[in-house]
């Protein structure tokens, strides 16, 4: 007895069960949550801070 019922066991069972019209649906729809919520962190980290270089010493005007 053959059970095809199964989970995909491969990658490109995994591919192909990804891509029939009902499961196509919600990958699209995590992907697109996926990419919304990484950019948001992104975009939420604060940038390194550099070391602000000192300003040149002021100097007499030599005349």
Request: overall charge positive; glycine content about 6%.
């Amino acid at each position: 007895m053959n059970d095809d019922a199964g989970p995909p066991r491969t990658f490109k069972g995994l591919l192909r069960w990804a891509t029939t019209p009902p499961q196509a649906w919600g990958v699209y729809l995590l992907a697109i949550i996926l990419v919304w919520l990484v950019s948001f962190y992104a975009g939420t980290l604060k940038p390194k801070k550099t070391p602000e270089p000192s300003p040149p010493a002021a100097t007499a005007p030599k005349s």
